[in-house]
Structure formats: structure tokens, C-alpha cells
């Protein structure tokens, strides 16, 4: 494993904008997508990382289970009157309310030891455009001969087509059948969310299912039906969201969308079970569950169980994109030593708070690179990195693209 500097292609941004990428460069002129070097792995190192991330991934779904059967809602940060709709879509996860996608973040420089799961972006991941399509490009022009960790459109493709034995009607060609579309949602006008959302609709139409995209604020609830509708007037039985639960349980409609969740009235993708693992909380009962895991960092609700002198990261239960993290040493009574090593501002201040002791990320030439594993289902299918000069990655860190080393 190594990063490799290299020459971007010619015109690189034009070759971007063709393929439907236009994010690759921030509003003030900053590149989030870097070509001037790259990452190259081993055959065996992505084996690695791939049994890596499929093993937590079972043991998170391990800790979903513990969670919902002991009522633990509360301490991942969930208010316990969306009980009812997680412990619906958990009894129904094998089936009509299966998981969709999610990524880990992983900390490793394949020099040694195991890979370390940071967390777990369950519910709404970033950067899979990029992922899936962008950085495949990239090593059709650059080394056609090498191959990379990237199956993600596929295996998107198949968990659609698997949704669709749940649920034939979806697979309707027929206008006439939009009551039984798939909505695709998210907070618009957001040209990135809508590119996602865009993405994953483009796929799910090769799968052959019926969609329809809209605005999540322009979906309403008709008293006399019983039903959401959209912006038509046709009702909403599936949901496919690019919206945090946690988000709309602390709103009207959101909680109304949680209530009928439970009932069986729309089917939710990503379904409720999920804002349990979204929970940065639950990687604390994966330590507690699962203590000196090797593929696991010692994490708790409490930083007054770490030792004197230790590096503990300190992250918002519900947080993302990097925000509100700080990293600090602690002293004997678990209280920051002077100031932070490390931290980042954001909206996240009156959230509960998750400890985990910290691990440093592959570093090369003063970039720290994030692994982010993607998982379709329970199975691991692609890869994408995230640099940054800072310790801590957050929501303008770049995407740097991967290859597999040919043999």
C-alpha cells in the first residue's frame, strides 16, 4: 500500500463534467477531487480491508440486535418513542425492509496490524458518485491494465433487483402504476444530493423498477387517505431518502413519516432499524461487546475509563462530515489536557458525545487518508480514500482515486 504521486490527465475537469461529475472542484476554487497522485494496493491488501469490513458489519448488525432487544435506544442517542418502527423494519430486515448501502471509515497503512473501523456511515454515505463511477474512469484512461476494488454499481443493481422480488408491483413499466413508483427524495435545491440521488435512481431503473424523483420538503400527509402523497397527489409507498433519520424524528412530518414507517403504511430506504447503526454510539457497544476486537479501537460513552496520557478522539453521537470532532490527551480524571490536538466546529454542540481512542490514518507526503469501505447489503464492494493535510477528515477533504496493483 502507497501513494503514488502522478500527472493529472489533460483536461481533467472536462473529462469530470462529461461523465456528470461537476463536484470535483469546491466554490472557491479548492480540488476535491485530486488526481495528482493516487493510492496502489495489493491484491491482499484488499482482501484484507474487504474481510474487515464485511466482519464489523456483521457484528454491528450483532449490536442493532442487542439494542432493539433490550430497548437501549437512548444510549445511541434515538428517543424511544421510534421504538416501535425500528423494531418493525429489524423483524423485517432479511426481507421487505433490507438494507440498501453503507460505507465505513477505516484507519490502516497495510504495514501492519489489523484495519480500524472509525464508524460507520449507515444511513445517508457520501462520496459514492465519486467512488463508483469517477474514479473508474480515471483508471480506464490512466492504467487500463490494473483493476480496482469497485463493484459498487453492480452490487447496487443486484440489491435493487433483490427489493423487487419483495415487491413486483415495483417493477411496472406503466404510468398508470406510479402509486407503486419507488420516490427518490432529497433537500432541493442541492445540486450534490441531487446528483446522488440522480445516481442512485439511474440505477435502480436499470434494475427496471418505476421511480420518480422529488423534493423531500414537498412531500405532505392527506388526512382522508391516510397516505403521503408528492407534489402530483400520488401517494408515496416507497421512500427512498437522502434525508438523516435523526434529522426527521425531530420534525413534524418526519415523525409522522416514523409513525406510518411502523405501521406498514411506506416502506423507507434506508428502514428505521437503520438509524440505530447510524449511531455513532453503537461503535461503544461494539467495543463492550466485543472487547480487544482486532478490527475495533477502545470506544465508550464515558472518556473516564481511558488511561492517563491516552489520545482519545471525541465525536457527536449523531454527527457528520467531520464536524464538532476534536482529539485531545487525556489526563487521569479523563479530562483534555491543555488544548486539542486537533478539532473542527459545526452544528453538533448539544449532541451527546461517543470516545474512541485514537488511531492514526495512512499518512504520506503530510496527507492523512481515510479508507472508506462500501458495503451493499452485507458485502463489501469498493473503496474510496479521502485525504487531508489535517488529522481529522471532514466534508472538503479530497477524493483521491485507487488502483489494485496488476500482478
Not at 474487504?50 to 435506544?73: F, I, K, P, S, W
Not at 416502506?267 to 482486532?294: C, D, Q, T, Y
Not at 490514518?361 to 479521502?386: P, Q, S
Not at 493535510?389 to 488502483?403: C, D, E, K, Q, W
Amino acid at each position: 500500500m502507497e501513494r503514488v504521486p502522478t500527472a493529472p490527465r489533460p483536461q481533467w475537469q472536462t473529462k469530470l463534467d462529461e461523465i456528470g461529475f461537476p463536484f470535483h472542484t469546491d466554490a472557491d476554487g479548492t480540488a476535491y477531487w485530486d488526481e495528482s497522485a493516487y493510492w496502489r494496493f495489493s491484491l491482499a491488501e484488499i482482501e484484507t480491508l474487504e474481510a474487515a469490513a464485511e466482519e464489523v458489519y456483521r457484528l454491528c448488525e450483532d449490536a442493532v440486535g442487542h439494542v432493539v432487544t433490550r430497548g437501549l435506544y437512548e444510549a445511541v442517542g434515538l428517543p424511544p418513542w421510534a421504538a416501535p418502527a425500528i423494531e418493525a423494519s429489524w423483524a423485517e430486515r432479511k426481507g421487505r425492509d433490507m438494507a440498501l448501502y453503507a460505507r465505513f471509515d477505516f484507519a490502516w497503512d497495510g504495514k501492519g496490524g489489523a484495519p480500524k473501523a472509525l464508524e460507520l456511515n449507515a444511513e445517508t454515505p457520501t462520496s459514492l458518485y465519486e467512488t463508483a463511477v469517477a474514479q473508474w474512469c480515471w483508471l480506464q484512461d490512466v492504467h487500463p491494465d490494473a483493476d480496482q476494488f469497485n463493484s459498487l454499481e453492480e452490487a447496487l443493481v443486484e440489491r435493487w433487483q433483490a427489493r423487487m422480488q419483495m415487491f413486483p408491483a415495483l417493477a411496472s413499466p406503466t404510468m398508470a402504476s406510479q402509486a407503486e413508483a419507488v420516490h427518490f427524495a432529497c433537500l432541493m435545491p442541492h445540486p450534490e444530493d441531487e446528483a446522488t440521488i440522480a445516481y442512485l435512481q439511474t440505477l435502480a431503473l436499470r434494475a427496471g423498477m418505476t421511480t420518480k424523483a422529488m423534493p423531500i420538503q414537498a412531500i405532505r400527509y392527506d388526512d382522508a387517505s391516510g397516505c403521503f402523497l408528492d407534489e402530483a397527489g400520488l401517494p408515496i409507498r416507497h421512500l427512498m431518502k437522502l434525508y438523516p433519520w435523526d434529522w426527521m424524528i425531530r420534525e413534524t412530518t418526519g415523525r409522522e413519516l416514523v409513525t406510518a414507517a411502523a405501521q406498514g403504511r411506506i416502506r423507507m430506504i434506508e428502514p428505521a432499524w437503520k438509524m440505530v447503526m447510524a449511531s455513532k454510539g453503537l461503535f461503544a457497544l461494539l467495543w463492550e461487546l466485543n472487547p480487544g476486537h482486532p478490527n475495533l479501537l477502545p470506544t465508550a460513552l464515558d472518556r473516564t475509563g481511558f488511561p492517563a496520557g491516552s489520545m482519545v478522539v471525541a465525536k457527536p453521537l449523531l454527527g457528520r462530515e467531520g464536524s464538532n470532532v476534536s482529539i485531545a490527551t487525556l489526563d487521569a480524571a479523563g479530562f483534555p489536557v491543555g488544548q486539542p490536538i486537533a478539532q473542527t466546529e459545526g452544528p453538533y454542540v448539544d449532541e451527546g458525545w461517543v470516545y474512541q481512542a485514537f488511531t492514526p490514518l495512512a499518512e504520506a507526503d503530510g496527507n492523512h487518508a481515510v479508507l472508506g469501505v462500501w458495503m451493499a447489503g452485507d458485502k463489501a464492494c469498493g473503496l474510496g480514500i479521502r485525504e487531508d493535510r489535517a488529522l481529522i477528515t471532514g466534508n472538503t477533504s479530497r477524493f483521491v482515486p485507487h488502483m489494485i496493483a496488476p500482478t
